[in-house]
């Protein structure tokens, strides 16, 4: 499609150079919208945004090497780091080095964090009804599956840059 294309150019309140992805502009300010929403909860329970995905997979597989938790973020080893350093200054995390590995620091939950777990499911359960209020059980089984479609075409281009084959 090109702008001179009349479906090109339907979407009047579309910047111009979006007129031919209203669909990705559309999921790009859903995708900026949930976040804000997601960060809001999170905040409340004293979480930065993206910490949870850190402690889910610490509540899930336990002690983990300080590098898989890069990997598996996908985040700069910095960022990883700083995300660290302040779950462990709250006292959610904490490091030693890996019996295994003396260079290697694994990361696992404290106690305080594992309290953490309820509270973040009970964002994530708020962030559902949010997200999905108006839509009655079958929309959102379509919304979903439709979803996965477009993961799928989206993991096809992506590769192992985006972490699909995870």
Not at 9 to 16: D, F, V
Not at 76 to 90: C, F, G, I, N, Y
Not at 122 to 131: H, M, P, Y
């Amino acid at each position: 499609m090109t702008s001179e294309d009349p479906a090109c150019t339907q979407y009047s309140r579309l910047p111009s150079a979006a007129a031919c992805g209203p669909f990705s502009h559309a999921v790009s300010r859903v995708a900026r919208l949930h976040r804000i929403a997601a960060g809001r909860l999170l905040r409340a329970i004293g979480l930065y945004p993206g910490q949870e995905f850190l402690m889910m997979h610490l509540w899930d597989a336990g002690a983990t090497r300080q590098s898989e938790l890069i990997k598996l973020l996908e985040l700069d080893p910095s960022t990883v780091t700083k995300m660290l350093q302040r779950l462990e200054q709250a006292g959610y995390v904490r490091r030693s080095p890996d019996p295994k590995d003396r260079r290697a620091s694994l990361v696992e939950s404290t106690e305080d964090g594992f309290v953490l777990h309820e509270r973040v499911k009970a964002a994530w359960s708020e962030l559902e009804e949010q997200t999905l209020t108006g839509l009655d059980p079958a929309e959102q089984a379509e919304l979903a599956r439709l979803l996965g479609k477009v993961e799928a075409n989206l993991c096809r281009t992506a590769g192992d840059e985006a972490g699909c084959g995870k």
